[in-house]
């Protein structure tokens, strides 16, 4: 059984992303650089809305492994060691991701250019990161919630809404716009929450 101190990171990795995400200036279309550098000029939320969500994607590799301690107690090791590796390498690409288009525009300012030049010089890189970050957790995330659900962890409807939400993750993480971000919050949400119920529930 699954002390509960292995289960705080589950919940911790949605509420750090709400606050990252939240944090963020709004950029309604990102392929419009004139509206990206009006977001950045917001320096403090921009800087510390993209710090706290790599930081967010982070911790969701020890939400990772938590889940994949209980999974190894119910004989699913295999798929849930896949699922650990995936969504730790996809949390990083994230990571990395945020961490460039957090601090890569301000630095450009810093440096007496504008940050449209960081959005128009830097985007098939940064764009090519949150793609396979986003293909790889997509992966990851799947893999997990259908060993959960093998496992016998996530019964019902639980299980149906849980995966219904990581449908909806993985469609959120490409639209072209910062509102999707807070799709996607909402989906980690209804993701994570339901697991760390079931864990926090069955833990000692």
Not at 3 to 14: A, E, G
Request: proline share 3%; glycine share 12%.
């Amino acid at each position: 059984m699954v002390h509960r101190i292995y289960v705080v990171p589950i919940f911790v990795f949605p509420l750090l992303l709400i606050v990252g995400i939240l944090t963020i200036p709004i950029v309604s279309d990102y392929s419009d650089h004139i509206l990206a550098e009006k977001a950045v000029s917001q320096t403090g939320r921009w800087f510390w809305g993209h710090l706290i969500s790599a930081v967010a994607f982070g911790s969701s590799s020890l939400a990772a492994y938590s889940i994949f301690r209980r999974l190894s107690e119910k004989g699913q090791v295999n798929s849930g060691m896949v699922s650990l590796v995936l969504i730790t390498i996809g949390s990083s690409l994230f990571s990395c991701g945020l961490g460039a288009d957090g601090i890569g525009p301000l630095a450009t300012m810093a440096g007496d250019g504008r940050a449209y030049t960081f959005f128009e010089g830097s985007g098939m890189w940064v764009s090519g990161i949150f793609i396979a970050a986003s293909i790889i957790f997509s992966l990851g995330l799947f893999a997990q919630l259908v060993a959960l659900i093998n496992a016998g962890i996530l019964k019902g409807i639980i299980r149906i809404i849980v995966f219904g939400a990581a449908i909806v993750f993985c469609g959120a993480t490409v639209i072209p716009s910062g509102w999707g971000l807070y799709v996607v919050v909402v989906a980690v949400l209804v993701i994570y929450i339901p697991i760390g119920y079931v864990y926090w529930r069955e833990s000692s």
